[in-house]
């Protein structure tokens, strides 16, 4: 520490502009040209944004668990909906407990709904309960709706 810091300062009397940028005249705004002229892919009816997959989803959205004032679909009881193109609907869900008591009855009506959305052919249920169901699998809609956000 017993060092000194000495600050140099040197004056000048003017300073170089930097360069400036180059331009280049002659490109042409072709970059967009094939982009624009790119139709939109159309979502096929059995994947995710597709028009059938769609309409179970708003099937399952208003199937309401009987104990709880949420959608089966927002309550995460549905792991998976898978659809084929030639309109075969699964729909892998479980129930909030194995003694849930509408274990019953519950699989029978989702069913029913997707089977009356409009291009399914055949609906099936797998109930499973691997992985089991915890308040970690809800929407943030269904947990604001029952008060824990």
């Not at 030639?86 to 008591?101: F, I, K, Q, R, S």
């Amino acid at each position: 520490m017993s060092e000194e810091r000495k600050i140099l300062v040197e004056e000048v009397d003017a300073v170089n502009a930097p360069p400036k940028a180059r331009v280049e005249e002659t490109r042409q705004r072709d970059y967009l040209d094939g982009f624009l002229s790119q139709k939109p892919v159309e979502t096929p009816a059995d994947e995710p944004g597709g028009d059938l997959y769609d309409g179970i989803i708003e099937a399952l959205k208003e199937i309401y668990d009987p104990e709880i004032p949420v959608n089966i679909y927002d309550l995460g009881l549905i792991y998976g909906v898978d659809v084929t193109t030639d309109g075969h609907a699964v729909v892998t869900m479980t129930l909030t407990t194995p003694h849930c008591p509408v274990a019953e009855s519950m699989p029978g009506e989702v069913e029913l709904r997707v089977g009356a959305v409009p291009g399914v052919g055949d609906a099936q249920v797998n109930l499973v309960w691997d992985p089991p169901w915890d308040p970690q699998k809800m929407s943030d809609e269904a947990k604001l709706e029952l008060g824990m956000l």
